[in-house]
């Protein structure tokens, strides 16, 4: 059948936490979400380009084609206090598939984009435990880099916009965050994402309740 407008439909969800569909990348998207309690809403290209954004943290994976209402819709929501975490090929395409000129992302935050190139295996960050995979953004970037390559090139950039934050990862991240091996990757997303309105601090919180089939 067709796909269900939010994972989870049987249970209450954090609606403070979105994530942008995307064919690619949102497996790993999902993944750097287990452990938030309730699962999240995943949000359509129409209701972004309706500005129904109701959510703190917006995670948008594989980001290469934006149409022009939806990037003033993310500017906006970032200006206005909310958080955008993205990756690589930001906004490289408007909807129709032609070029951006110059990349959506040269004018969200402060960076110059100089190419994008295909990663051959796993590339290691200067930090030793995180990992980029398939491909990454060459880009020019003096404010809020937070981790380089090994060959000195941002890796990862954190900026203010308006009263918000850019996270912009210059790799696949999401597909990157799949790596059984990138746990300081989904560390490093996790800790940009908001409290969890329910908290158990003790196993005295936890109520289980079995049925007569054996089944908790």
Same mark, same amino acid.
């Given at each position: ?117 295909? $990663? ?7 930090? !030793? +435990? ?6 990454? &953004?060459? #880009? /020019?970037? %003096? ?42 990757? $989904? ?7 908001? !409290? +969890? ?6 196993? &005295?919180? #936890? /109520?289980? %309740? ?7």
């Amino acid at each position: 059948g067709p796909p269900r407008q939010v994972v989870g439909q049987w249970m209450p969800i954090r609606t403070d936490i979105g994530i942008l569909y995307a064919q690619k990348s949102i497996q790993g998207a999902h993944t750097a979400l287990l452990g938030v309690d309730n699962p999240s809403p995943i949000l359509s290209e129409a209701e972004l380009e309706a500005d129904a954004l109701n959510c703190k943290v917006l995670l948008l994976p594989n980001p290469y084609m934006i149409s022009d209402k939806a990037f003033q819709v993310m500017q906006n929501f970032v200006k206005h206090g909310g958080t955008l975490i993205t990756e690589a090929r930001f906004g490289l395409r408007d909807a129709n598939g032609f070029l951006s000129d110059p990349p959506l992302i040269e004018k969200l935050i402060k960076v110059r984009y100089l190419y994008t190139e295909s $990663l051959d295996g796993k590339v290691p960050l200067q930090h !030793p +435990s995180v990992l980029a995979t398939l491909w990454r &953004d060459v #880009v /020019e970037c %003096t404010d809020g880099v937070m981790a380089h390559y090994a060959d000195g090139h941002p890796a990862w950039i954190e900026q203010p916009v308006g009263k918000g934050r850019v996270i912009y990862a210059t790799f696949a991240l999401f597909a990157s965050a799949l790596l059984p091996e990138n746990h300081t990757l $989904l560390v490093w997303i996790r800790k940009h994402l908001p !409290p +969890s309105p329910i908290g158990i601090e003790t196993s &005295d919180q #936890v /109520e289980v %309740t079995h049925s007569p089939d054996g089944q908790a």
